[in-house]
């Protein structure tokens, strides 16, 4: 037989659906995840001989959430630091795993004490990757569609004999959203971070001409780390989303940029990661993630 | 061979994404639809023969929506008069049709002239099905979660030898609410009637006790039709978004309606047409509306 | 307050996803159901006064689908029919209801006796409506890819301001067959009617020169019809999956009809219904039923 | 201002949705794909500067998919090959990328020359990474679902106070299979080794008891290694499709593993790496992959 080795492997359960409500008073508040828990160690039995005594079954990672819920989530981050400890601690040969969350966002309606509605344009994420003693951190978000109707262009690339794209320097650029960034700590108000990363992203898309989405990327998150000293890494994932002017010559109309075509595919793909100068790099933490360079 | 009747047929071009923006000052603004035109008339000889002298083309029916946006779109519901208008005016045997939008909602980001995102929460819907020389307007909307964290619910059902679920009188109740309304005139501020209409349903979810989704739906129904004399009839179609008690008892917690399981499936799925007392039906109007009874 | 009716209304607990293991010998078999169970009747007193009397709920509705699956499912339409009769046998104010199921169809691995894979190109449905002492079963399809490259065309049709399409005696014509039809009688060999059925459709897509979407729906619609005396009315709703030339004159290639763009949206939509000369139609069985006309 | 550095990107065209048919005689055959072709190098300027002279426009890229398709798609592999050549060989700073293909199975309608149904259960996959001078070619599929209805069982395990899964010699265990290869060299039969090892892995599955669906992997992917020399490395992510057993005493039937509920949500994910021992790894070519560990 030829011989081969586990190089790596994780393992867990994924999508536990979880809303953990506070009634302490009579005006509720909630959270609603999304968590996946992932064991990484000493599995080299499971896979080989099919023994199982060192895997902790998905069905208790599953039950261990929901039970932790029960104190409370005070934020995805913190609630994803609790369950590495858990099973880093429970378990000798749990060395470290992968835990995920993404988080619903509701508001309340009118100024009701119990009702909501699902509010939030873009779906928040928090990934915890613990290798022994190291802790990697990163969150995000994804789904945040934005669009401006002028200033972006696109000029000045080059031309070969499949270049059939006019120059234009007034265009509508559209895009959805998904970024990941990485702290330098978990010692952090992770609600607070969200609410300002997310904060300067949107204001950089909108405050300058965009001369390509490469530029604009690169301009949300120089920002996002200058004004962040614990974010060490952040990256982009952005489809270039096609707004195309319709041509409605055929017709004797004109289209000073005004009607658009709005295409689903192909579209641009533009992917970008941009680091603190001199930050250490953690390109382990990031394997499995999609889309991301 | 066998003798056949074609009772009924329409045809057209589906999914039309049109954004148009209006850019008459510095302040943009912008509306973004899905479009689809379907005619109705005499296709009989394009079936039986494939005779295609009476078959205006899909391609055709596309540019025209292009073309006519170029005029500006003032409601989903006004450009979908103006097309049916031309369709059946400009071909003889176009006897009818029917015009359906789906609009995305978008709001300006800060307070910038150009910058937008998606912020809609659900998505809005209108059909006009012309039959001769009757119109019929419906709207809606589709994809507005909403949940009541208590307030909410269920009691007094029969048992029989298959009921196992437990009596509660304190539990979540959540749903996806998707509606449909149908307006007794097209002469109407469409973007104002939405608006109402919504805030109505969102109220009445809100403000009472819930003894079912049934109860509620009915209620909601009740305040739309008193509250606009413009409408006749409203449906629904809501699913019962189980929130299960998480039975935390394997590990001694208790759990008093703090944390919940969110299920996909199965789940409830309530429907219900409400109509003002005495108004004329139009049911022929609501063929082809999926899950509405 | 304003008067208002209860026009109609439905409820029940859908996509029960429920799988049954024949397994009398060591050679397994296995049927895959999503099944959803709505009830009709007397159901006044749940909407206008939350009084659930009347209400079998919808989680005993879910019980009763899994129990009797413990019989066997001979097919999804006699499993249907035994759910219909439970309820309105059970329950003196059911008066009806409206089942519905999928069939995910799945083949052996090999010769294997317990392995499977999901087999099926398309999704198998049924849905019956009882309504007093009518039943109507409706069985169909959906999700069926096909494609012809060439033996298509498009030609003849009327010439407007708003037309560009050039004619073509040789295109691509794709689709996504969805399709159900009506049974005249529910004493049947539904799995044999079912393949009979999806065989006539298959061989009538490829056997003619199609001039039109609309024609070739109508030539499966008449076979279906003159093969089959206990189906009297069959529905199409047919996108037209557009497959564009590409155009690669910007570097002096031609392209006789070699390479193709498959676009997205817009897509054509082609619905027909065509019926056995002289059977009564059916009308209020269709209502919720998405996409036909 | 903070000093950051560009520390990757890539950008392209995705999704470029291709047909190529082939119709050099009478009876023609199709190769279904999407492409998607993303350049990385020295993209610097366009980055900070917003300069574009060294951006290869996304809508080139795009044209140049489709030129290329008119000489022919041997394998979707190769095709990525020589988009590859074809880049870096034309623009000096494009010192690489990554070029992605799905491709959907087609199968011909009984023996119909033109006539073709979407027919495979998987979608087959490629990806090429290109680092200077190192090629990577990754291949696999994803959404395979497989079922094994007994011979597999979960013993064994460690129990903690939040475990409550009982064990059991009998199972379903069934799963979405998701898999990527990768290929030590490109000089190879690309759709002959496809072949070779969706059946390599599709037997595994059938002929053993499983103890675990972590051991059923690890044997997938020792037995493809063994088979295929020109293969360094497998991964497989592929969810425990939970299959509970029903519980009918609540109506007082037993459930001897003959009714199922299939589960969407949480469900187990088992990631696993198996390398040839000694190969040499290549991690930086399985960034931005989902879902592997």
């Not at 595919?265 to 390109?283: M, Q």
Request: proline letters at 2%.
């Amino acid at each position: 037989m030829v011989d081969v080795t586990l190089t790596s492997n994780q393992y867990g359960k994924a999508e536990n659906r979880v809303v953990r409500v506070t009634r302490d008073t009579d005006r509720h508040d909630l959270v609603d995840l999304n968590v996946t828990s992932q064991l990484r160690g000493d599995f080299e039995a499971a896979h080989t001989e099919g023994d199982n005594a060192h895997v902790v079954a998905t069905d208790t990672q599953k039950n261990t959430i929901f039970a932790f819920a029960r104190d409370g989530i005070a934020s995805p981050e913190a609630f994803l630091l609790r369950l590495a400890d858990h099973f880093t601690g429970e378990f000798d040969w749990v060395s470290g795993g992968r835990w995920a969350a993404e988080e619903f966002g509701w508001s309340r309606i009118n100024d009701y004490d119990h009702s909501f509605y699902r509010s939030a344009s873009e779906t928040r994420t928090a990934v915890l990757v613990r290798d022994g003693g190291t802790d990697t951190m990163i969150s995000g978000f994804y789904g945040l569609t934005v669009m401006k109707t002028t200033q972006s262009g696109f000029v000045g690339y080059p031309k070969d004999k499949y270049t059939a794209l006019p120059e234009t320097e007034d265009r509508i650029l559209a895009t959805d959203i998904a970024t990941r960034w990485r702290y330098n700590t978990t010692d952090l108000d992770y609600d607070g971070a969200y609410d300002s990363v997310k904060n300067v992203i949107m204001t950089k898309f909108c405050e300058r001409y965009s001369k390509g989405l490469q530029q604009t990327l690169y301009q949300m998150a120089e920002a996002v780390i200058a004004d962040h000293d614990f974010i060490d890494e952040i990256k982009f994932s952005c489809p270039n989303k096609h707004h195309f002017l319709s041509d409605l010559s055929f017709c004797g109309l004109d289209n000073p940029n005004l009607v658009f075509y709005a295409a689903d595919r192909p579209y641009g793909l533009i992917e970008a990661t941009i680091c603190r100068a001199g930050a250490p790099s953690a390109d382990q933490a990031w394997m499995g993630v999609a889309g991301f360079c």
